[in-house]
């Protein structure tokens, strides 16, 4: 694997625009500082060498004008012919001022001018003024006679003068030329340089990003598709700039931590399918544990109830008929033989009814509880009576389940609290119920004899008894049906031992229907059943063994219904 580079990539193109910023001001600075000059030179040659040269040749001719004006003079005497002279003086004054003004940084071709400007005066003073002067005083012959060819000399040697300022300015307008090319050159070069910088920095950029982002992206990219198409075991390898060997890093952790993922996916897999196995085994095991089921109700019901029902039937005859005969041992192991064969179909019957709960069903409908109740008080009414028993419940909702189920859940509550009622104490029972969340919460109150804390998750065990068979008679299997009732509709069923101080209270939850799942008030309290009251009895709660039949009664039968698929 190779060892990526310390420098990221942030550094490295900071560090490649700082040397071509620098190169690229060294250039500017150069090329402003060329330019200038070369403005200067340009300057130079437009505004001071070409009027200089112009004004030298204007005052060569301005110092001609003058002698031609004196000679003119000379022989004429005619002031007329001084015009020129006169004009010529004026014209080089002008003249030497303008080029003096031009030659502030050429000290040199200033003395020059200076130099002529000094001989025209000496010529003027010597020759010129003389001349005019011999003229108007003693004639023209005497000024001609002046006019020698020393005279003449001068002047020669005055144009002489003017010619080296002309040649002096010709050589500056030359050197300036010279340099102004030289400067423009120089800029041009600077440009070029500046454009090959630019260019070899765009190359330098273009071969960093190749080698830098793009190869390394190319190839990070080509590990993640393979990985992408299934080879999670592939490493990810580390190159490029740190920033990319960072996230070559972090996609590198995410494939392993994928990889351990798709590993715990594929044993946890393994193992689902393993339980599924089991689960396909047990599956088959309670299938065929319900035929077996299946086949023992349907045996209960039929073979084992014929002979049964034959054999209490004759211990019934023999009870009748020999009643009083025999011995007292006689009688006494009759009725023992009676009352175990109605026991043993009291048994049977609840068994059937326990097996019968979620297998065989008539469909969920809409169930009034009230209605309910009043069915449960017209099968309670006997007992009742003969307990001197009172039954009451406050208004009750509407839900949905079996109506026949339901009615046996109620009955087996409220025969519960008939049964396990305390001494000389008439029983009272109450059934209220109030709404919890999506959930109703049914209550059914006594002021029986009440339980202990510690039993009061065993009443609903099968066959589970608290108290002797001799002191309340039943199959201990009532409790069980309510507990199988409330689960197979949706709902819990519990004791509450902190709800009252005496008897027994047995609350268990309903789902509320879909359709009237909103924030609901709590019911009216209201009268139910004859005279008694419409609100609990402080104390009262339900009975307290698993067995809700009443003394002489046996389990009703679950009603015509149908077996569930």
Not at 30 to 43: K, S
Not at 201 to 220: D, E, H, W, Y
Not at 420 to 439: I, K, L, M, Y
Not at 463 to 486: E, N
Request: negative net charge.
């Amino acid at each position: 694997m190779r060892k990526p580079s310390n420098w990221t990539l942030r550094r490295r193109v900071t560090a490649l625009c700082v040397v071509v910023g620098v190169v690229l001001g060294l250039l500017a600075v150069g090329a402003a500082v060329v330019a200038t000059n070369n403005r200067a030179h340009l300057d130079t040659l437009l505004t001071k060498t070409g009027p200089l040269r112009t004004d030298g040749q204007a005052l060569l001719s301005a110092l001609v004008d003058q002698q031609t004006g004196v000679r003119g003079y000379a022989v004429t005497a005619n002031d007329a012919d001084l015009a020129p002279y006169r004009e010529g003086v004026q014209r080089e004054a002008a003249l030497i001022a303008s080029m003096d003004a031009l030659l502030d940084d050429q000290p040199e071709i200033r003395r020059e001018l200076h130099t002529v400007r000094d001989h025209a005066r000496q010529w003027r003073e010597v020759v010129a003024q003389p001349a005019i002067e011999l003229t108007v005083r003693s004639g023209p012959e005497a000024a001609q006679a002046h006019l020698t060819t020393q005279t003449s000399a001068r002047f020669t040697e005055l144009r002489g003068e003017v010619q080296a300022l002309q040649d002096s300015i010709l050589e500056l307008r030359n050197t300036v030329a010279d340099q102004a090319r030289r400067t423009g050159n120089t800029l041009v070069l600077l440009l070029i340089l500046a454009a090959i910088v630019v260019v070899l920095a765009g190359l330098a950029l273009l071969t960093s990003l190749n080698r830098l982002v793009i190869g390394p992206v190319t190839t990070l990219a080509g590990q993640v598709r393979d990985i992408a198409a299934g080879d999670y075991q592939r490493d990810i390898e580390h190159v490029g700039p740190p920033e990319l060997a960072a996230l070559a890093g972090d996609v590198d952790a995410m494939r392993r931590r994928i990889a351990a993922d798709l590993d715990e996916v594929r044993q946890a897999r393994e193992r689902i399918e393993w339980v599924n196995s089991q689960l396909e085994k047990q599956a088959e095991e309670l299938v065929r544990s319900n035929r077996d089921l299946e086949q023992f109700a349907y045996v209960a019901s039929h073979d084992l109830q014929e002979p049964l029902r034959k054999v209490a039937s004759f211990c019934q005859l023999l009870q009748r008929r020999y009643a009083g005969k025999l011995d007292e041992r006689a009688d006494q192991y009759i009725a023992f033989a009676v009352d175990g064969a109605q026991r043993m179909q009291r048994l049977i019957n609840d068994l059937l009814a326990f097996s019968r709960i979620g297998r065989l069903t008539t469909g969920f409908t809409d169930v009034d509880l009230d209605a309910v109740m009043t069915d449960v008080a017209g099968q309670t009414e006997a007992s009742r009576r003969y307990v001197d028993g009172e039954l009451t419940w406050s208004d009750l909702p509407v839900i949905r389940g079996e109506e026949t189920l339901l009615t046996n859940l109620m009955a087996n509550l409220v025969g519960n609290s008939l049964k396990f009622r305390r001494p000389d104490v008439p029983p009272r029972v109450h059934v209220s119920a109030r709404r919890v969340g999506d959930e109703w919460e049914i209550s059914c109150q006594d002021n029986g004899i009440g339980i202990e804390r510690e039993f009061a998750d065993k009443i609903f065990v099968i066959f589970q008894r608290l108290h002797a068979k001799d002191a309340y008679p039943g199959t201990g299997i009532g409790l069980a049906i309510v507990k199988k009732i409330v689960e197979y509709h949706g709902g819990r069923v519990w004791v509450d031992p902190d709800a009252v101080t005496e008897g027994t209270m047995i609350r268990f939850t309903l789902p509320v229907p879909p359709e009237l799942r909103e924030p609901a008030e709590p019911p009216v309290a209201s009268g139910a059943e004859g005279d008694g009251p419409a609100t609990a009895v402080p104390g009262a709660q339900a009975g307290t063994e698993a067995d809700a039949t009443p003394p002489g009664e046996s389990a009703r039968p679950a009603g015509d219904m149908k077996e569930t698929v």
